[in-house]
């Protein structure tokens, strides 16, 4: 059963904010939602994390639903560099990691 | 500070054969993870540690074996090689308390 839920695919224009979607309904109350971006031949990234509250951090924001079983990654300013697979992933309380199938994100100049 | 280290880069196998796969971390982190990810999916894990000695099955563990003799090395063996198993393995540690997980350059395997 897929954990996470994400468009496969999203584009933006440069220097527009993006927002990328996750839905996550099957959460448990302890799970920690993650947000890591992989480029093309590297191993992925963290971005951001949260638990119940909206979090942000120098990369971007993660707004979470109240009822937990949403949330969006947004980052402000697409740049070209930007242009990543976004994986939403639930975090258990035994540290695993559930990995959804990712969203490629394009951003156009 | 190397980080995560992968060893090796790539490695062709024949159906049947061995491997060990290593990834070392000079972070000092407790857990550790194998994960593979097969084209256009994301990544799934196979096993994890939280610490020295210690290890743990994840989601797709059938085919591999892991161990953990050392806090900075995790091992990933494959006992007979099989060409469902092509696809590019990642490892992982992350320290204890803390929520980002680092990971390693990635193996990519074929079994032919």
């Known amino acids: 059963d897929a954990k996470t839920t994400q468009p496969n695919s999203m584009e933006s224009n440069e220097e527009e904010p993006v927002h990328l979607p996750c839905n996550h309904s099957?959460?448990?109350?302890?799970?920690?939602i993650h947000w890591y971006r992989q480029l093309p031949s590297q191993g992925p990234e963290y971005v951001i994390h949260g638990l119940t509250s909206n979090v942000n951090n120098r990369m971007a924001s993660l707004a979470i639903a109240e009822d937990r079983k949403s949330s969006t990654l947004i980052l402000h300013r697409a740049t070209l560099r930007d242009a990543a697979v976004y994986y939403c992933i639930l975090r258990s309380t035994g540290n695993q990691f559930y990995f959804g199938t990712g969203t490629s994100l394009t951003v156009i100049p | 500070n190397a980080g995560v280290t992968q060893t090796p880069k790539f490695r062709v196998l024949k159906t049947g054969q061995s491997m060990t796969l290593l990834c070392a971390q000079d972070?000092?982190?407790?857990?550790m993870y194998w994960y593979r990810q097969d084209p256009g999916m994301g990544l799934r894990l196979i096993h994890y540690s939280v610490g020295e000695g210690t290890t743990a099955k994840g989601e797709v563990p059938d085919g591999y074996n892991v161990s953990r003799l050392k806090k900075q090395n995790f091992l990933l063996g494959l006992e007979s090689a099989a060409p469902s198993q092509t696809s590019v393995y990642f490892c992982a540690s992350k320290d204890f308390g803390y929520n980002e997980q680092f990971f390693g350059p990635g193996t990519r395997l074929t079994v032919l």
């Open positions: 099957t959460i448990s109350g302890t799970d920690y």
């Open positions: 972070m000092n982190h407790e857990y």
